[in-house]
């Protein structure tokens, strides 16, 4: 039983981790979260990175208003301390767009724990 409840424990702590967010507020950033999230689901799902692997993925979002505006962003993921595999994925890219992107407004964020380094960086074009 114990087991049981250190594994849920760890499971819970790994997950809740904060992100680290940099770059200037960019009010508005919220609106081209769907770059990000599309950059996420090529990585974790798979479909573009090699699974397990360390690699980067792209995503983009153009609004129109009054001008053309397109975010760019590139997401990676990295092995620290060498530990293999990225278990974290999921929760570790949805920490950093919920966190950075949606809570401070924020382009650029990381999350490193477990061995496992993600990173997102976004441009104007």
Avoid: P
């Avoid at 849920?8 to 981790?17: F, I, K, P, Q, R």
């Avoid at 009054?66 to 990225?86: E, P």
């Avoid at 929760?91 to 999350?111: K, L």
Wanted: net charge positive.
């Amino acid at each position: 039983m114990h087991l049981v409840n250190l594994s849920a424990l760890t499971l819970l702590a790994s997950s809740a981790l904060a992100a680290d967010c940099f770059g200037n507020r960019q009010d508005g950033i919220s609106q081209f979260q769907d770059a990000y999230w599309d950059a996420r689901s090529k990585m974790c799902g798979n479909t573009g990175c090699g699974y397990q692997q360390s690699c980067t993925t792209q995503g983009s979002k153009t609004l129109q208003g009054l001008a053309k505006i397109t975010v760019n962003v590139s997401l990676s993921r990295k092995n620290t301390g060498d530990k293999k595999g990225f278990k974290d994925c999921w929760d570790a890219t949805e920490n950093i767009i919920n966190q950075c992107v949606r809570g401070s407004q924020q382009m650029s964020g990381t999350w490193e724990a477990n061995g496992q380094l993600y990173q997102f960086n976004a441009w104007y074009s």
